[in-house]
């Protein structure tokens, strides 16, 4: 039988639950006096402390901009916010449709949500605003989005395992009708799951924002900068936090354990195929030519670049060449959270956003796959 989602008469002990699919059941009584993962609680008060909102940055000079630019900068600036608005309308709708119903403790659950608010009620309205203030016609650019094979492509490489794990979700609700679902077919969903939501917060995104900061590196299209720059704040703190949640799972759930030991030449194809169209994705951008400072093969490298640290994260090893340092250095400036102020005007530091991860690991001791 499936296990109802809103019966209060279960007594919950979340301290000793597990992350995912307990066989205690789903989450029922919210409650946050005790946590048994207070760097989860921790992730989750700094997202809501990060809250800010995209009509409090103006864009009248980035209009001019745009109309000032040549079709190479229009070609690179549009393109980059259409697929922006794709990625966060998956990211928007994955960690509340298809994590929160096999969460089994209330931190974790919370932090959920408040991931797929932030993806949907800032990120995606703030592509909406930037269009809107930018564009003539902005429903004919956003229209463009299903005729761009460079972007749907994308996002259905990455889709495809939330799509999975939503489908074997509802089936377990089902299961009471003769729908059984394998428990370590749903735990193997749910790991490919956390590393498509690993790889969209940690190569597709970045990639994307190094190419928006290009612009106001430029001195041009401050205001679509700025608002890029916040995300990129948010998109740092999701992150570092998929990352915990993947390194921290792994540890304590021997499921997990086994599912990581199956599924990992399925998990290395999964970021190879996001790191080779990351790369194509630089090509499309720069088809019409380049920005000062930026062009498709300097993207390449950072795209190489980002994903030795990525990865290494998360205790796997890049396969192919890399350089050493980073080949967009300005980035960092961007980067640093702990030189940022939030919308709030607080000077919180948030220096540990970037090191809260895991233990450190041995590099070199990773295996090769």
Known sequence: MSQAQYNLTTKTDYLHRKMFLDPAGPVTIQRFEEVKYKKIADFDATAQGFFWRPEEVSLTKDAGDFKEASDAVRHIFTSNLLRQTALDSLQGRAPTQVFTPVCSIPELEALMYNWGFFETNIHSKSYSHIIRNIYNVPKEVFNTIHDTSEIVDMASSVGKHYDTLHRLNCRKELNDNGYAVSEKEHIKAIWMALHASYALEAFRFMVSFATSLAMVENKIFIGNGN????????ELLHKAWTAYIINQVVKEDPRFAEAKIECEQEVYALYMDVIR?????ADYLFKKGPVIGLNANILKEFVDYTAVGALKEIGIKYQSQAPKSTP??????HSDTSKKQTALQENES???VIGVMSEKLDYDALPAI
Not at 277 to 281: I, L
Request: proline share 5%.
């Open 227 to 234: 608002i890029i720059s916040l995300i990129l704040q948010d």
């Open 277 to 281: 169209e990351e790369k194509a994705w």
């Open 328 to 333: 967009i250095p300005w980035f960092n400036k």
């Open 350 to 352: 948030t220096n540990y």
